[in-house]
C-alpha cells in the first residue's frame, strides 16, 4: 500500500507542478534588452534560488552569437559550446573564459575585447543549451547516475525523472527497496536536513525541497546486511553483519584503534539519520571484562572519535559526516568515479 501511495503523490505533485510551471512562463515579463532567459529562471526574482538569481555558464552550455553593427545584427555563429577548459571563442574574441559568468557578464567581456578590431560593437546572446548545471542521484533508484537541469526540480521530481525508487517483491507484493532512514542529500558538503520518511511514507511535502547545481541525492538499500565503523579505526568502512556481531568484534575486524582513538567511549547510532537512537558503549569496562560487548544490529553505525567526549551531542553530527563521507567515496568510487572536488568537506 506504501508503495502505491508513494507513486500517486509523485503522479499528483507532477500535475501540480506543470500547471505552475506553465502559468509562470507564460506569465513571465520578456528579459531586458530582448535576451531570453531560460527554464532555469522562469520563476519570479524573489522566488528563485541564488544560482537561478545569478545563472552562471559552464563547460558543455551553446550560445548563439551575433553583433549588432550599423542597426543589424551580423556575423551569427550557432550552438557555440564552451570548452571543457571553461573558454569560449567567437570571430576575434578568442579563448574568453565564460564559465563562472552570466550571459551578461559574458557579452561585455565580448565587447570588450571585440572594441579591440569593431567601432562600438554590440554582441548579442543567446543560450541554446544549458548542460552544465548537473545533479546525483545514485543508490537503490531506478536508473542512477548524472542528470541535468533543464528546468527547476524538487526531490520527488529528480527521483520520477530517474525511473523512481527501486523496487522488489516480498510476499507476492512490490515494495521499494530503498532505506530511507540511511538515505540523505548532501550539498556544499552538507547534509540538508530531508526527512526522506516523512515525505515518502506521510505525504509531508515539506519536505520535498528544491534541487540545486551538484546536489547529490543518495537512497541506501534496504537488503544491505551490514554495519558501518568510523572515524578512529585502521580500515573504516562497511561489514557484514552476522550473527553475533559485537561492537568489540567489529572494530577488531577493521583493523582496531588507532593511535589517535579515544577508546574509552564509542558510539553506536540506529535507525534513522533524522531521528537517531544513540548508546554509548564503554569499551574499556568491556575489554577489562567487566561489561558484556554490546551487540549490533544492521545498519548500525559504530564511530570512535578522535578526542574524549561526555555528551553524545558532541560527536552525532561527526558521526553522521563520517558516515555520508564513508559511502559516497565507497559508492562514487566503484559507480560513478572520482569526483573533481572532495563533496564532503
Known sequence: M????????????LTLFSGWHSAIAADAPPAAGGIETTNLSLAAPAKRAEWQRRLTLGPGDALNFSMFIND????????????????ISYLQAQDIMAAGLTIDELRTKMDVELGKFYRSPKTIIFPAAMHSKKYFVLGAIVNKGVFTFDRPLTVIEAIARAGGLETGVFERNTVET???SHSFLVRQGKRIPVDFQKLFQHGDL????????NDYLYFASASANEVYVLGEVLAPGTMPLTGNATTIAAITTRGGFTSKAYKTRVLIIRGSLTHPETFVVNTSEILDAKAKDFKLQPKDIIYVAPRPWHKVEELLDDATRAFIEGVVITYTGARVGPFIDPIIK
Open 2 to 13: 506504501k508503495n502505491h501511495s508513494c507513486r500517486w503523490l509523485v503522479l499528483i505533485h
Open 72 to 87: 543589424a545584427a551580423e556575423q551569427p555563429r550557432e550552438n557555440v559550446v564552451i570548452g571543457p577548459d571553461g573558454r
Open 178 to 180: 530503498a532505506d530511507l
Open 206 to 213: 515539506s519536505q520535498n525541497i528544491a534541487l540545486e547545481p
